[in-house]
């Protein structure tokens, strides 16, 4: 009896311990290639990253091409879907909406570079634009009338 007790709690410690490994292995990084390993191995300036491709459309979640040293690797990457696919990898500081054209029925604002990532190429400064809302906001001072 004592032997058959003392088997059965090496086997739950054994599975416990397997079970715990098993866990810590992959933590965080859900299938991607390991970021600290490549990033140990090469230079910011060594390294080449091309564009985001997203698997399905012109935005979402996607792959982007790593090259190192001669060897090519694919990460992870997004492109947010209210966003502009050709400056996806530049952040710029915007200014405010500019006055709704009625000609084109469209609003635009200027940014200035603030951070290019995976050694984009990046404007200097860029002008985005969007339709207008067909909804009139009103100011914080209006009140409702009743």
């Known amino acids: 009896m004592r032997g058959l ?4 709690l090496l086997l739950l410690l054994a599975l416990s311990l397997s079970a715990e490994a098993g866990r810590g292995k992959g933590k965080g990084n859900k299938g991607k290639p390991d970021r600290a390993k490549a990033a140990s191995e090469c230079t910011p300036a060594e390294t080449e990253y091309g564009k985001c491709i997203p698997e399905q459309g012109d935005c979402g979640e996607g792959q982007r091409e790593v090259t190192c040293k001669g ?19 530049c952040k710029y500081k915007f200014g405010p909406w500019g006055p709704c054209d009625a000609a084109t029925n469209t609003k635009s604002r200027s940014g200035s570079l603030k951070k290019v990532l995976f050694n984009a ?7 985005v634009s969007k339709p207008c809302s067909p909804k009139v906001k009103k100011t914080r001072g209006d009140k409702k009338s009743t």
């Open 5 to 8: 007790v003392s088997v059965t």
């Open 71 to 89: 060897q090519t690797n694919k990460i992870h990457c997004k492109i947010p879907c209210n966003w502009k696919k050709d400056i996806s990898d």
């Open 121 to 127: 190429e990046c404007r200097d400064t860029v002008t």
